[in-house]
């Protein structure tokens, strides 16, 4: 048995979930009088006036065989954020468990807990952005249901040791160990997915949103053991995936060498545009990134940002962040925005 039915909230191994017409009735041929849908199509012109399949069965098909798992151990959801807010929902009762945070890293890790009134202890990373395991070792309890590591990070965008994650892995057998990999197709690493097999307790996260260029569709990918996925089934909404949206996923993984394509051009123009602030004097460093963003420190970070806002030329503030003082956030973009960017920066004046 594993331990995910330890850790999942007690009256959810019981819940009985909502039944659609779709899980009724899983083929696509016949006459449909089951879910009163309309019958003579969409005001929007296209053939969207039946329901989608609520479990996303072709693309979790598909997406087994490109990411080496089984399909009951893949979970789809509106953005990886729907994924993070079921998990603490699964398995955290509010003001009694805790999930553990290692900032400076994505903010909706903590947001969904606050909203579920579950408390969020904290462990600042290293100052190279590696987790502390003795620190760690100290905020973690009975009570600590999961630890949140981001990697390749948000906003630093380097990854996470592997060989750190694996130690938390071991060390914390009954606790959830939710590895989001968001920017994991930037990095030079395998995908901790593969590790599955291994660690009961490992939670892999992944998105439509970045490598993919599918941020608009809001999809977002949860890998981990089946008894854990069938536990989100269950408290995830009927339809949470819509049909647009299904169709357009399964075009996609059938053109991976499109993903590939885009991955490659904007690696490059990371390495061109960290070539070219490195000339800068008004910035001080540069932090390495193995995702598609670059974290840079100035000598005057808002004196910038606003400097670029009124030039039109939008990157992230970080400089309230934990661990980020002066710190700008860069996406990525085209060779062209990339060079207007650098425009801007060299006009410039502290």
């Known amino acids: 048995m594993s331990i995910i039915n330890a850790l999942v909230r007690e009256h959810l191994l019981a819940l009985k979930p909502y039944s659609s ?13 089951d879910a009163n849908e309309n019958p003579y199509g969409s005001v929007a012109g296209k053939d969207l006036n039946r329901y989608p399949d609520p479990h996303q069965r072709q693309i979790k098909d598909k997406l087994a065989v490109l990411k080496g798992c089984y399909p009951e151990q893949i979970f789809l959801g509106n953005g990886s954020d729907e994924a993070i807010d079921l998990i603490i929902k699964a398995v955290c009762e509010p003001k009694v468990d805790n999930i553990l945070l290692l900032p400076p890293t994505y903010g909706m890790y903590e947001v969904c807990a606050n909203i579920q009134q579950v408390e969020t202890r904290k462990s600042v990373l290293t100052e190279t952005y590696q987790p502390d395991l003795v620190d760690i070792s100290k905020k973690v309890d009975t009570h600590t249901k999961a630890i949140w590591v981001c990697s390749p990070n948000n906003p630093t965008g380097n990854l996470i040791d592997g060989a750190i994650i694996e130690i938390l892995l071991k060390a914390y057998p009954n606790t959830l160990i939710v590895v989001d990999e968001a920017y994991i197709d930037f990095a030079d690493v395998p995908s901790f997915i593969g590790r599955m097999g291994e660690y009961d307790n490992l939670v892999v996260l992944q998105t439509f949103s970045k490598a993919w260029g ?3 569709l809001r999809v977002g990918m949860a890998f981990a053991h089946v008894d854990l996925i069938k536990v989100l089934n269950k408290i995830k909404y009927p339809y949470n995936l819509n049909l647009e949206s299904q169709r357009l996923i399964l075009e996609a993984l059938d053109n991976v060498e499109k993903k590939d394509k885009y991955v490659e051009k904007i690696l490059t123009e990371r390495f061109r545009l960290f070539k070219k ?8 460093h540069i932090y390495p990134s193995d995702s598609n963003q670059l974290l840079v420190k100035f000598h005057d970070a808002k004196a910038v940002f606003n400097y670029l806002i009124e030039k039109k030329v939008i990157v992230r503030d970080r400089t309230n962040v934990t661990l980020c003082d002066d710190c700008l956030r860069i996406s990525i973009g085209r060779g062209r925005e990339n060079r207007a ?10």
């Not at 960017?341 to 502290?350: D, K, N, V």
């Open 277 to 284: 602030l490195m000339e800068l004097s008004i910035v001080r």
């Open 341 to 350: 960017l650098m425009a801007e920066l060299e006009e410039f004046q502290p």
């Open 214 to 216: 599918m941020a608009g």
């Open 21 to 33: 017409a779709r899980d009724e009735y899983t083929g696509k041929e016949g006459v449909f009088l």
